[in-house]
């Protein structure tokens, strides 16, 4: 076990694959841990970043391959208890674990993804309500499958209330829709990724959390606190294929921010952020982890976690983690 995870330690160094000092320190200093065997089966479970770590933009990293080889057995089944993080959030679970399938060239099952809108299932107190979502793909279906059950996008936002969307001359509309009376209240916002037109989704955005979610009746007085707002995804900049960094979720978020701030002179309250770095979103990756333990046949706990990711983002959940587990006492550590 000690030979194997050098090998991958080896293998995600050597081409071109960032681990973090951090961890690349703790593997180094700490690799008599990995031999920690309960019932002759490992005690640790792995965590994988993804954009960066395995594939950058389309392409796989050559070392992905070879390092993920090494932990799955002749049967080509994981061996060691592995969850991927990714703050992607304009696809379904599923779609991510064939495309992680095809591009490692083993068996992932859609359990062992978490995608960054994935923790909203616990979110169960807004799933009965009207809710705005943004972002691409199929947020409608994504949002379903989460369990919400009454959704609007922007784009229905947009169409019952046209005259609202003046930044783009040629798609301005001056006549108002017939409908904007029989639009419901909205009572939940939820940014699930960058969406495609800025200007249209950070207008409308800013209109319903001013009007408390009712942009047909405008309030003489701004409601503040607003309507509950939940973001996906923080991520100012994200690697694609481009030599250098791109924008992402979080420099839309940051857009936002400073409008709503600049217009109202209040802070955009969020009611909660998630994806990485939320801790909310790693306690979740660590249940998905003990469920494919059990899954692969490992019942007892996992002593500890091993995070592999692309930048600071881990380093700083391992810290907090590091710093509860001596307050609390936990047992297991990243």
Same mark, same amino acid.
């Given at each position: 076990?000690?030979a ?17 000092? =951090?961890?690349?320190? &703790? ?6 841990? =990995?031999?920690?065997l309960?019932d ?28 993920f ?18 703050n ?6 599923h779609?991510? %674990?064939?495309q ?12 062992q ?5 994935s923790?909203?299932? &616990?979110?169960?107190? =807004?799933?009965n309500? #009207?809710?705005?979502?943004? +972002?691409? +793909?199929p ?41 904007e009376?029989y ?15 800025w200007e249209?989704a950070?207008?409308l955005?800013?209109?319903t959390?001013?009007?408390d ?11 503040y ?7 996906c995804?923080?991520?100012?900049q ?10 992402g ?5 940051l857009c936002l921010?400073?409008?709503y ?17 939320s801790?909310?979103? =790693?306690?979740?990756?660590?249940h998905?982890?003990?469920r494919? %333990? ?5 019942e007892? #706990? &996992?002593?500890?976690?091993?995070a592999?990711? %692309? ?9 907090v983690?590091?710093d509860?587990?001596k307050?609390? +006492? ?5």
């Open positions: 076990m000690v194997l995870i050098r090998n991958v330690y080896r293998q995600l160094k050597r081409k071109h694959c960032i681990v973090i000092k =951090y961890c690349a320190e &703790m593997l180094r200093s700490e690799t008599r841990h =990995y031999c920690d309960m002759g089966k490992p005690a640790f479970g792995l965590l994988f970043d993804i954009d960066g770590v395995i594939v950058r933009g389309k392409k796989v990293l050559p070392s992905a391959l070879a390092s080889k090494r932990l799955i057995d002749s049967e080509g089944k994981f061996r060691v208890p592995t969850v991927f993080v990714t992607a959030g304009n696809v379904m679970r779609e991510k %674990a064939e992680l399938s095809s591009w490692l060239e083993i068996e992932v099952d859609e359990e993804v978490v995608m960054a809108h923790p909203l299932r &616990m979110f169960q107190q =807004y799933h309500k #009207c809710v705005l979502i943004s +972002g691409q +793909g947020i409608v279906e994504i949002a379903k499958n989460i369990g919400f059950k009454k959704i609007i996008t922007i784009d229905q936002m947009r169409n019952t209330f046209p005259v609202l969307d003046a930044v783009d001359h040629k798609r301005r509309i001056s006549v108002p829709c017939t409908f009376q639009f419901p209240r909205i009572e939940v916002i939820i940014l699930f990724g960058e969406p495609v037109r249209t950070l207008q955005l800013v209109d959390l001013m009007t979610g009712v942009p047909a009746h405008p309030t003489p007085h701004l409601v606190p607003h309507i509950p707002l939940l973001a995804n923080m991520d100012l994200w690697m694609a294929e481009a030599r250098m960094p791109r924008f979720h979080g420099a839309f978020l921010e400073n409008l701030k600049k217009i109202t002179g209040h802070n955009l309250i969020y009611t909660a952020l998630i994806g990485k770095p801790e909310i979103t =790693y306690h979740h990756a660590h998905m982890v003990v494919h %333990a059990k899954n692969i046949g490992i007892h #706990c &996992m002593k500890r976690l091993y592999i990711g %692309a930048d600071s983002k881990w380093k700083l959940w391992v810290r983690r590091e509860r587990s307050v609390n +006492g936990k047992a297991w550590t990243m």
